[in-house]
T-cell receptor, first 110, second 113 residues
């Protein structure tokens, strides 16, 4: 059983569509990170959220941390083929304990 | 700034053989991590070093996996003997300190046949 459940597991959409992916847990996290991983590469950090209810924007990407710091969402507006990849969330419980979800594999078709 | 370097990039071995992976973290990064990522799953932490000391190895299968970071810089991860279920990408990562941004290498892809 994963500590962090990500949904959906797979998502295939057309260019220009909007989408939201979710990261849920029953545990409280001190911070939560979102990464994107492209084939053949390691994960690259997109954002870190630390405060309950926090919203961060990165161009067309909007990240939200739940009020109770147990869940998070990533919303992409007007998706582009370059957004294709594996989106991973990772929750930190204290400094020495960070766990990853299984990821959402996004494909954006031109 | 050079990123996290890993080698080899790809390795195919037979079960019961041994394999070693090498990692050179970003210069000045005190914390080094080894993760295992099985196809379709997120990375799972195997071991975390702070300088040359082990911080967390609770998920490392110690009967067959070992890792060291003798001088607090480079690190090696060894598997002996390998099993089919060890087929995965082994990701090395580093950070300035615990709690700071983690930077990943490209990974070492292991196939055990």
């Amino acid at each position: 059983t994963q500590l962090l459940e990500q949904s959906p597991q797979f998502l295939s959409i057309q260019e220009g569509e909007n989408l939201t992916v979710y990261c849920n847990s029953s545990s409280v996290f001190s911070s939560l990170q979102w990464y994107r991983q492209e084939p053949g590469e390691g994960p690259v950090l997109l954002v870190t959220v630390v405060t309950g209810g926090e919203v961060k924007k990165l161009k067309r990407l909007t990240f939200q941390f739940g009020d109770a710091r147990k869940d998070s969402s990533l919303h992409i507006t007007a998706a582009q083929p370059g957004d294709t990849g594996l989106y991973l969330c990772a929750g930190a419980r204290g400094n020495n304990d960070m766990r990853f979800g299984a990821g959402t594999r996004l494909t954006v078709k031109p | 700034e050079a990123g996290v370097a890993q080698s080899p990039r790809y390795k195919i071995i037979e079960k019961r053989q041994s394999v070693a992976f090498w990692c050179n973290p970003i210069s000045g990064h005190a914390t080094l991590y080894w993760y295992q990522q099985i196809l379709g799953q997120g990375p799972k932490l195997l071991i975390q070093f702070q300088n040359n000391g082990v911080v967390d190895d609770s998920q490392l299968p110690k009967d067959r996996f070992s890792a060291e970071r003798l001088k607090g810089v480079d690190s090696t991860l060894k598997i002996q003997p390998a099993k089919l279920e060890d087929s995965a990408v082994y990701l090395c990562a580093s950070s300035l300190a615990v709690g700071n941004t983690i930077y990943f290498g490209e990974g070492s892809w292991l196939t055990v046949v």
